[in-house]
């Protein structure tokens, strides 16, 4: 079993910055893949950022690749995602996820084990 909690959520303002923290507990998978998705009210799971725990790729959504960073921490079993310019339409609750294989990894649906998420909200 795996526990992922993320943090580093909160109220900003437009244009400001912030770098959520999804750290991982458990057993661990070094082929697995952690990602980041968001959810606002209303509307579906989106996609943002993944990356494996080892190896060099990192896989974003299109649109996210402007002001989303994504980076791991090995030693400290922790991914980042550093959101930057941040727009009222960026808040949402942020999760992350990790999947135990390596395909399709903007793919809700392959993820085996999430987090509680984390709330960003984001004043106009």
């Known amino acids: 079993q795996v526990q992922l909690v993320e943090s580093g959520g909160g109220l900003v303002q437009s244009g400001d910055s912030l770098k959520l923290a999804c750290t991982a507990s458990?057993?661990?998978?070094?082929?697995?893949?952690i990602g980041w998705f968001r959810q606002a009210p209303g509307k579906e799971r989106e996609f943002v950022a993944a990356?494996?725990?080892?190896?060099?790729?990192?896989y974003y959504k299109e649109s996210m690749k402007e002001h989303f960073t994504i980076s791991r921490d090995n030693t400290n079993r922790t991914v980042y995602l550093q959101t930057d310019s941040l727009k009222p339409e960026d808040a949402a609750v942020y999760y992350c996820?990790?999947?135990?294989?390596?395909?399709?990894?903007?793919?809700?649906?392959?993820?085996?084990?999430w987090g509680r998420g984390t709330q960003v909200t984001v004043s106009s």
């Open positions: 996820a990790l999947t135990l294989g390596r395909v399709r990894p903007y793919d809700w649906r392959v993820y085996n084990f």
């Open positions: 458990g057993r661990t998978y070094s082929n697995s893949i």
């Open positions: 990356i494996p725990w080892t190896g060099t790729n990192t």
